[in-house]
């Protein structure tokens, strides 16, 4: 069974720090990773995707990705307190259905 | 960019009764949409996923007559939750996969914004 582990948290972080959201996936086929943020009561928006090893960068996004290592990360810059949010990490392979783990909450604090 | 506008925001039924949540993908085709549902403070629970003029395939533990999906269109995709109970009050929501076929690249999937249903 394909699986998508995320800390549940909460993470807290000040505002202006950096929060690092991880999260690793066990089905090495997996080919499409997304980031989404998702607040509470509303529907989950897309951040970020990527598919290569290495870094992508967007705004202050940034996510990692180690294939190798079943690993993909979010990186938040200058965090705000808007960014306060459950972020999900979402897998997927050749058949385009995605895994999504639970969520990390993150909470940044003024 | 894709979206996908999602009827009704929130709906309040009587036991026994029947409701239907429309999802529609207003400036692209979706040949593939997933239903999901999420009780407060859970992950996403994937239910289904549909297929444009298929039948959906409907994940393990849910019931495919309680829960009918209709994938009429390529833009529009209905999910009816038949003889209601409140343990079915939940937030439902639909997602459209954002793959291009042609180059086999899945730009991602985008949510409705999803559908409060209570059941009393």
């Known amino acids: 069974q394909k699986e998508v582990e995320q800390n549940s948290g909460p993470l807290s972080v000040p505002e202006g720090a950096i929060a690092s959201l991880n999260c690793t996936y066990s089905?090495?086929?997996?080919?499409?990773f997304f980031w989404y943020r998702q607040y509470s009561g509303k529907s989950p928006e897309l951040i970020m995707f990527?598919?290569?090893?290495g870094d992508k960068e967007d705004g202050r996004f940034t996510a990692q990705l180690n294939k190798a290592s079943q690993y993909v990360s979010l990186l938040i810059r200058d965090s705000q307190p808007s960014d306060s949010a459950t972020y999900l990490c979402?897998?997927?392979?050749?058949?385009?259905?995605?895994?999504f783990g639970r969520g990390t909450s993150l909470i940044v604090h003024p | 960019g894709a979206v996908v506008s999602q009827h009704p925001s929130r709906v309040i039924c009587k036991s026994g009764t029947s409701v239907k949540i429309e999802c529609r993908s207003l400036d692209f085709q979706a040949t593939t949409m997933f239903w999901y549902r999420q009780f407060p403070k859970q992950s996403l629970m994937l239910m289904a996923t549909s297929n444009e003029g298929s039948k959906a395939t409907y994940e393990q533990g849910v019931e495919k007559d309680k829960f009918l999906i209709n994938h009429a269109s390529l833009t529009l995709s209905t999910l009816t939750v038949t003889s209601a109970h409140p343990e079915d009050s939940s937030f439902y929501i639909c997602?459209?996969?954002?793959?291009?076929?042609?180059?086999?690249?899945?730009?991602?999937?985008?949510f409705g914004s999803g559908t409060r249903l209570t059941v009393v």
């Open positions: 990527i598919y290569s090893n």
């Open positions: 979402a897998v997927a392979g050749g058949s385009y259905i995605p895994t």
């Open positions: 089905d090495r086929g997996s080919q499409s």
């Open positions: 997602s459209a996969d954002g793959t291009d076929q042609s180059k086999g690249v899945n730009y991602g999937y985008t």
